[in-house]
DNA sequence: ACAAAAGTGTTGAGGTTACACCCATGG
DNA sequence: CCATGGGTGTAACCTCAACACTTTTGT
């Protein structure tokens, strides 16, 4: 959608009032990272809206692929943020203003939004993140470094942040992270960085294997010193 | 709001394609309550709209208050239902049609809702529940006993069921569905009934006390045989 | 041979289970 | 004094934290 469609576009085919929110989270080299697009100086999450034939799943789903290119991405509900001064009017009219395009205060933009924010695991490597419509620009941020949010999503993506460490706790989530092989050491370390402790390695592995629901694959073989570790993938 | 109200009404006070439906659970003679209306021979959920200058946690205290007459009552997020065919057009066209009242297809609650489920523990007795604008009735069903419902209210209300079963595992909800003094053994038996299992009464008594939670009251006098149990309140 | 990495074993502390026991109260 | 209900104690069992031990591998 080029952005002249978007001007005269006014959300006809959406139910208005309401967007999605998406957290896409990640892990590579050792740290959990957050997808984020940037917008008038500020960086904010992907999202978008539902169609008015479309079940907000189905919605998710499509925006989801449309950032990840994945056929079935991981997605879990996070929470719903519904203050009554949610809108972008203040982004959006800059937007339009640095490119000399003509904003309404009225445009369907500037309504306020309730807003159904997700969060998405996903393997980085796999993915193929594509710029959406209204995005500069596409960037994987560290959890400890986010950079300057519009907007409510610094606090969206910390709720996420924290769901997901409550989560990894009671629910296998940590496989969407990882490749589809994966050894112990790896998801050991993985666990470690969510949790932002450290776990005794020997609990966890004993932990991990009494679930039953890994297979055991030929060990890995590695290029330096110490033992291989085995290779494992989920069972089924 | 009058019957008259509502046909020219036309939700222009409400954010549109947005409602909220209320699973609101009691405890009353040892078995678990929701408390559900009478609309064209179904009965549903009791609900309403988020007002375009409102928060959604405040229509969600505006509507539980109207229900229940309670100024602070308990409520949690339950979940997001938005399957696309997900209106009440046929509940609301018989139900014009009952009262000779004209009904057009593009009526305003006619129209695709995306609903946000919340649940709500409340003390029984405590209550006035209040029939609302639509209902013609209104009454508490125990969940083993619960009547043709309309639309996906059904699902909701089973949803709801199960996620106060594990919710109750690892936080304190219980205190909203009885009175703000309370003995051991009625604590028990709740649990018993939200688990639908047997708790070893021993074992729960320590359990509780051992949180630090309680404090414990004079005891109770009682007209059956058998020793009075103490009576306990939260702390603070 | 040595250091590092990975896998497994051991021990004790602390929690949980399934009861048993005791006390209070009304009939 | 007995049946009933409520509170507490206890021994067996299980789980888990902490650390030790062993094996495998590259240098």
Redesign the interface.
């Known amino acids: 959608m080029g952005i002249e469609k978007v001007l005269e576009y006014q959300g006809r085919d959406f139910?208005?009032?309401?967007s999605i929110d998406l957290v896409i989270i990640g892990y590579q080299e050792g740290a959990l990272k957050c997808l984020l697009l940037n917008i008038a100086d500020k960086w904010v999450l992907p999202g978008g809206h539902?169609k008015?034939?479309?079940?907000?799943?189905?919605?998710v789903q499509r925006i989801l692929k449309e950032r990840t290119a994945l056929e079935k991405p991981h997605f879990k509900?996070l929470?719903?943020f519904?203050?009554?001064n949610r809108n972008f009017l203040a982004e959006f009219k800059a937007f339009f203003e640095e490119r000399g395009l003509p904003w309404q205060k009225d445009h369907w933009l500037a309504q306020?939004f309730?807003t159904?924010a997700y969060y998405s695991l996903v393997d980085i490597e796999q993915l193929s993140p594509k710029p959406g419509e209204f995005d500069e620009a596409v960037d994987w941020f560290s959890f400890d470094e986010l950079p300057d949010m519009g907007l409510d999503h610094e606090s969206i993506i910390l709720k996420a942040r924290n769901r997901l460490k409550e989560d990894i706790q009671r629910e296998q989530l940590t496989y969407n992270l990882l490749q589809e092989e994966f050894t112990m050491p790896q998801l050991h370390r993985l666990h470690e960085t969510i949790l932002g402790e450290k776990l005794d390695r020997s609990r966890f592995q004993k932990k991990m294997l009494a679930t039953n629901q890994f297979e055991r694959l030929p060990k890995l073989k590695k290029e330096t010193p110490g033992s291989n570790p085995y290779l494992y993938r989920r069972k089924n």
């Open positions: 139910l208005p009032n309401l539902i008015i034939e479309e079940s907000v799943d189905t919605a509900f929470s719903v519904g203050d009554s306020r309730v159904l």
